[in-house]
């Protein structure tokens, strides 16, 4: 009999990456890789590399746990996913982390921005409009785990110290600030006022590469030493920072465990957090056959790049495996320990307690999955830790605070071509928009954001 060039694994929702219908998807093995096969009666068929390690792909399907749904859902389910975003009812994940744009404005026209923002793009939102965002974000949640103020650039803001405080006298776990760092680099009293908002306060730091050539294509700027500045500064307060490294391909894949090591010698620092170049804001040129570069080529790199991990340390998260992996490391003196592969998060997620076998304790479990959270700050994530620590008998930690903590994340982001409905009703990355919805990231980017919304009316009408 005829035999297929490919192995049939499974089926989806995904989009036409033209028209952004919906359409069947079917995800198929050739190898090592895993591709999105699917076809559009008007556009015809696409073929789309999804992964690049069949096993871990295969793997994904056993980080799963029970879905926690907001308090309050703010659109109804009618036209089907991912049409119905704000949160609809069908949603299976509450918001980990809350993105509030305050800004369109920037001081950079970085050709890899997923909002377009520039000097003369847009406009600062309202203190009220933001103070109602953020209250928005409290209606659903009750206590936010996460609100991360960006923009644009929120840095530029005339209500920035303003907005933070409103922000602090809510009952938000924890503030991150997404920032380029220019400010941060040029004004140290700046800085001392950020650090007054700390604990619970964290700089998310815009840090692609140490190379002028890197950083002039992906950024439009040479931006080497406000970098350097901006650690320096950031590194004399202690004020606890992630650098989070946009990658894209063959400009600074190549760097990923020089961006890892650079990281742990900066006392700030808690972690990094990469971020594959998905197909939005000024990419036009965008090329999705040689230009992507997939989560599982990200994680290879990194175990290719630096000795202190193995592929047992960075592991895919519960709450969306499709979408993030993530690995925790214990910085002690000189010494980097990492945790991750101490712990076997498959069993824990197991509702067998035979399966435990550091800790017959249904406690554990809910610790483990609390820890391996987008939701959860590195702050928080050390008491998880402590408490977990003494049933490893291979780590010995006495005093661990969260500046020995360190955690690497891998997000990727879903365009009209990866586009997997089964990874879209588990995202817990979302964005308030200006109606005061609550919209996935990556379906934001796709449909929701003003240039875009009269076509997604359209797609609404046809459905």
Do not use: W
Request: aromatic letters at 8%; hydrophobic letters at 35%.
């Amino acid at each position: 009999m005829p035999v297929r060039k490919y192995t049939y694994y499974d089926f989806t929702i995904s989009l036409c990456p033209v028209c952004l219908k919906r359409i069947d998807a079917k995800i198929v093995f050739e190898g090592n890789n895993v591709f999105m096969l699917k076809r559009c009666p008007e556009h015809g068929n696409t073929k789309v590399l999804i992964a690049d390690d069949v096993e871990y792909y295969k793997n994904i399907r056993n980080y799963n746990k029970p879905s926690e749904t907001p308090y309050r859902f703010n659109t109804k389910t009618h036209y089907g996913c991912p049409y119905d975003c704000g949160l609809c009812t069908d949603h299976e994940q509450h918001s980990c982390l809350t993105v509030v744009e305050i800004t369109d404005r920037c001081n950079l026209t970085c050709p890899t921005c997923y909002a377009g923002s520039s000097p003369s793009h847009g406009r600062h939102r309202t203190l009220e409009e933001v103070k109602k965002m953020l209250d928005t974000i409290v209606e659903n949640e009750r206590e936010p785990d996460v609100v991360q103020i960006s923009g644009g650039e929120p840095t530029l803001h005339p209500q920035f110290f303003e907005i933070l405080d409103y922000a602090k006298s809510l009952p938000i776990k924890h503030v991150m600030v997404n920032t380029n760092g220019i400010e941060i680099a040029k004004n140290k009293e700046f800085v001392k006022h950020l650090a007054t908002y700390a604990p619970g306060f964290e700089i998310y730091l815009q840090f692609d590469s140490l190379k002028r050539e890197v950083l002039e294509t992906m950024r439009g700027a040479n931006l080497v030493s406000i970098r350097q500045q901006a650690l320096d500064h950031l590194n004399e307060l202690n004020l606890s920072t992630t650098l989070v490294v946009t990658i894209q391909k063959n400009l600074n894949d190549d760097t990923l465990g020089e961006a890892i090591e650079f990281a742990l010698k900066q006392r700030c620092v808690r972690g990094v957090t990469f971020q594959p170049t998905q197909q939005a804001g000024r990419l036009d040129n965008f090329n999705t056959e040689t230009d992507r570069i997939t989560l599982t080529e990200v994680r290879r790199k990194i175990l290719e790049q630096t000795p202190l991990f193995n592929s047992d340390d960075l592991i895919p998260v519960p709450c969306n495996p499709d979408s993030l992996v993530m690995g925790y490391a214990l910085k002690l003196g000189t010494e980097v320990v990492p945790l991750t592969r101490y712990i076997n998060p498959a069993e824990l997620l197991d509702n067998s307690r035979n399966t435990i076998v550091y800790e017959q304790d249904e406690a554990l479990h809910s610790r483990m999955v609390s820890l391996f959270s987008t939701g959860n700050s590195i702050e928080g994530a050390t008491d998880h830790l402590q408490s977990l620590l003494c049933c490893l008998p291979q780590v010995s930690a006495p005093s661990l605070g969260y500046d020995n903590l360190f955690r690497i994340i891998i997000m990727q982001f879903v365009d009209a071509h990866n586009f997997d409905v089964r990874a879209i009703k588990k995202s817990c990355v979302h964005i308030v928009d200006k109606d005061y919805h609550i919209i996935p990231f990556e379906t934001m980017n796709l449909l929701y954001r003003d240039s875009k919304k009269v076509y997604l009316q359209e797609l609404q009408n046809t459905h």
